[in-house]
């Protein structure tokens, strides 16, 4: 088992979730906040949630000090087709000279 620094960099944070390793509520969020400018953490906890609850993406586990997440494999592969989708419009919509990002997504 690997053991997780809990003071790890954003892309420490990517790279486990990446490979199935456990990261904890605080990494997630300031990962959030790097990448998306979404890092409040009741956006993180309201994500968390339905990731857990509804869809199945994360599972819980729970450690001798706090709870960590980690990507399942369904999570793993449905954010694989999400990002190649994206990506995919975003690369058509350049043609266009159009401009869009996750901001730009949420502010519409």
Same mark, same amino acid.
């Given at each position: 088992?690997?053991?997780?620094?809990?003071?790890?960099?954003?892309?420490?944070?990517?790279?486990?979730?990446?490979?199935?390793?456990?990261?904890?509520?605080?990494?997630?969020?300031? /990962?959030? $906040?790097?990448?998306?400018? %979404?890092?409040? *953490?009741?956006?993180?906890?309201?994500? +968390?949630? !339905?990731?857990?609850? /509804?869809? $199945?993406?994360?599972?819980? %586990?729970?450690? *001798?000090?706090?709870?960590?997440?980690? +990507?399942? !494999?369904?999570?793993?592969?449905?954010s694989g087709i999400y990002?190649?989708?994206?990506?995919?419009?975003?690369?058509?919509?350049?043609?266009?000279?159009?401009?869009?990002?996750?901001?730009?997504?949420?502010?519409?």
């Amino acid at each position: 088992m690997k053991i997780i620094c809990t003071v790890a960099g954003v892309e420490d944070v990517v790279d486990n979730a990446r490979i199935g390793v456990p990261v904890c509520f605080r990494a997630i969020s300031e /990962c959030m $906040g790097v990448y998306f400018h %979404r890092g409040s *953490p009741e956006l993180v906890h309201i994500g +968390l949630a !339905l990731a857990v609850s /509804c869809l $199945g993406y994360v599972e819980v %586990r729970k450690g *001798p000090y706090r709870i960590k997440y980690v +990507l399942t !494999l369904m999570g793993t592969i449905d954010s694989g087709i999400y990002l190649a989708l994206f990506n995919t419009l975003l690369s058509e919509l350049d043609k266009y000279d159009i401009k869009l990002s996750p901001e730009t997504v949420h502010a519409s």
